[in-house]
Structures are given as C-alpha cells and as structure tokens.
C-alpha cells in the first residue's frame, strides 16, 4: 500500500497561504501573536478620543468599537486570557491597541475571535527564544532534554538511564549475596 501521505501541491500551497492573507487583510484590525500573547491594531477615526471607545476585554470575549456604532471586533476569543494582564490603549488618536496575555502559553491561536477566518497555525514560524526567557519547569525541562541528547550523540546514558545505572549499583552494594551476572539492563 502507498504511503497516504503526500506533499502538498505548491500551487494548491501557494492559493491557501494567497487566499488567508487576503482574509486577514479584510479583516477591519491587524493582529499578530508570540506563544504567550496576542497584540491587536484596531484602527478608529482620527481624532478618537477614549471617552468616545467601548472595550471590553473578558476571559474569552472582546469588543472594541466606537460608542452608538456596531463594534468592529465583538466575539468569542478561541482560547482563555488573563484579563487583569491584558490592555488596552488609544495611539495617536487613530488607532487602539490591544495586549492579549494568553492563559496557555503554549499554543498558537488560529484568529483573534471564533468568527473570523483562521490562519494555518501549522505554517507559523516563531522567533528564536533564550532559555533565560522560559519558566523555571520548562527550562529544565529543555536543559535535561538539550543533556540527554548529547549523551546520546556521543553514546553515553542519558540522565534517566544514569539514574537507573545508580539505583542497581547501590541495590547491587545493598545484596552482595545476589548473584546479578546475567543482568541485562535495557
């Protein structure tokens, strides 16, 4: 049987990312995102005063418009925010700016409210990041993996496989009755 997976076809690959860059610039704001938040650019007449705005920004919702009008963004977030960590701003009188600060920052979201059309998550390309700049769990997460990798590359135990190695050599020290000759360790 063939392997179902298949490349994607560069023209057919070329006509989505066309087709979403279009509806992202039809979209009535401009966002983008880092794996832990999202900044959106709402432009408003200028002049905009924030008396004259209506922001919202809940756990998963927001709404951004101009007092009496419809409001240009006004839906359901696809995923959870930190609101007390979130902000928002009026920029020169033309534009306001919003802070998103994401609950998981560990994924991508594909839009900024569940109504708008979806980019390919998939295709994204984060920035390089400094081990400084991550959690103290996930960085030592990372640093035993980054170790492990290296034990393997120049074919020594990695750091579980030493922890295993220790706790028989002491069990062995604990047992020297026990005959461990025929002792396989995987």
Do not use: C
């Not at 959690?135 to 030493?162: A, H």
Request: no cysteine; charged share 35%; proline share 6%.
């Amino acid at each position: 049987m063939a392997d179902s997976f298949q490349e994607p076809d560069p023209a057919a690959e070329k006509a989505l990312r066309e087709k979403e860059a279009a509806e992202q610039a039809a979209l009535p704001y401009k966002w983008r995102q880092t794996i832990g938040d999202v900044d959106i650019s709402v432009p408003v007449p200028k002049g905009t005063r924030a008396k004259d705005l209506v922001v919202e920004i809940k756990k998963l919702k927001l709404k951004v418009g101009l007092k009496g009008q419809e409001p240009i963004i006004d839906g359901e977030l696809p995923k959870a925010i930190q609101p007390d960590e979130s902000t928002w701003t009026l920029e020169d009188l033309s534009s306001v700016e919003i802070h998103l600060e994401k609950v998981n920052k560990m994924e991508w979201w594909a839009h900024v409210v569940t109504s708008a059309p979806k980019i390919d998550v998939t295709k994204i390309q984060p920035e390089n990041s400094k081990l400084s700049d991550l959690d103290g769990e996930t960085r030592g997460m990372v640093e035993k993996m980054m170790y492990d990798q290296r034990q393997k590359e120049m074919g020594l135990p990695t750091s579980d496989e030493q922890k295993k190695l220790e706790a028989f050599e002491k069990f062995k020290k604990m047992h020297p009755e026990m005959d461990f000759s025929n002792v396989k360790m995987s």
